[in-house]
């Protein structure tokens, strides 16, 4: 049987989790276009299917595996193909919708390994329609880093931003990596409201997806602002620190969802970025790769990738927590009592903390991470 796949591959930060609830929630809109967005590689996210396709040597040090719980590569890899194969065997559908926003930084092997398993799930006449969202680099950078303290994160934004972001923010040598796929149909789209159909972000990819169906018979939520204020964030940032000196945790590889739930439900203040200065020399660092995916990918003459600007309102620089602020979200948190004396002084103690760091310095920081995390 020939299936016909479209492969989401986010970028993260433009609002996957919401299109990926909405194709969760709603399995018979779906089935009624011939789709399927199968359970097998994940819920509601297709995190599995970002595992399966990278290397061994890839796979056993990513986060996701590590999280996951993961033992031997072949064996999950055996299991994850008898399992997709009997859904979609018992399903009418005719075409899937796969969707993991961990692919869009995938390698070129792990690329080739995807050109493979849509391959053997499309058979000899089945299509593949590749769809990629792409946002300001500046605000994706300072959304994603409040992403990674939730995730477990304990370096400063300052520092954690002097990486190497080639593979990430280099736009044109992403889609160019990923045109290795050979595609049927390449949907490039911005991740700017005005652009999007109806203004919508979940009518906008099943246009791009080229789904036909009315967004007022789906049950869905729409994307919502969850950026917490640079408090909460620094606040989290503290907590990590506790529990990787304390807990043995591995920076990075932890969930801080309840905290997050109850920091949501109070003003934590302006939401944390960084100097306009800096943010004007990390665009400039993409505006030829910028120019050209317009050009190449979206046939804008103009050769403008982005026409919005950069959120400025409602922000500050300063990652700074005072320590007279810490019991009262140690109360809002119940953090218990026998923490407070440690988590105090790691508070304390990044309250007097410079920030400026070279970023040689920050380079070899996250080098002595890489290899811990092999290790």
Do not use: C
Not at 220 to 242: F, V
Not at 299 to 317: H, N, V, Y
């Amino acid at each position: 049987m020939s299936v016909d796949v479209v492969l989401h591959i986010g970028s993260g930060k433009t609002g996957t989790s919401t299109i990926q609830r909405v194709l969760r929630r709603n399995p018979e809109q779906l089935l009624a276009t011939g789709h399927l967005y199968p359970r097998t590689p994940g819920l509601p996210r297709h995190t599995r299917l970002g595992l399966y396709v990278r290397p061994d040597e890839e796979v056993v040090t990513h986060g996701d595996w590590l999280t996951g719980g993961y033992d031997d590569p072949t064996a999950f890899r055996k299991e994850f193909r008898r399992r997709l194969d009997r859904e979609i065997a018992t399903t009418t559908a005719t075409g899937l919708v796969l969707s993991d926003e961990g692919l869009f930084a995938a390698s070129d092997p792990a690329i080739a390994r995807t050109r493979r398993l849509m391959d053997r799930l499309g058979g000899p006449d089945g299509t593949v329609r590749l769809v990629v969202y792409l946002r300001r680099q500046d605000d994706h950078l300072v959304s994603r880093y409040q992403q990674v303290v939730k995730m477990g994160e304990i370096t400063p934004l300052s520092t954690w931003a002097q990486q190497d972001w080639t593979g990430t923010y280099d736009y044109h040598l992403r889609l160019r990596s990923w045109q290795a796929l050979q595609p049927d149909t390449f949907v490039v789209r911005r991740f700017e409201r005005d652009r999007m159909v109806d203004g919508s972000l979940v009518a906008d990819f099943l246009d791009a997806a080229g789904l036909r169906i009315d967004t007022s018979t789906l049950s869905h939520t729409e994307s919502r602002n969850e950026s917490l204020g640079a408090e909460a964030i620094e606040l989290l940032r503290i907590l990590n620190i506790y529990r990787v000196k304390h807990e043995g945790a591995r920076p990075g590889l932890f969930g801080n969802h309840p905290h997050v739930v109850r920091l949501r439900e109070v003003d934590t203040g302006p939401v944390l970025t960084l100097p306009e200065v800096e943010l004007d020399r990390f665009m400039a660092t993409w505006a030829a790769a910028n120019e050209r995916v317009a050009r190449e990918f979206l046939d804008d003459p103009t050769g403008e990738l982005f026409e919005t600007t950069r959120k400025a309102s409602g922000t500050t620089t300063e990652q700074r927590l005072d320590p007279a602020r810490l019991d009262h979200y140690l109360d809002l948190l119940e953090i218990p009592v026998g923490q407070h004396p440690a988590v105090r002084r790691i508070a304390e103690k990044e309250a007097r903390r410079k920030r400026a760091v070279s970023a040689r310095a920050a380079r070899k920081h996250f080098e002595r991470r890489y290899r811990s995390s092999r290790g």
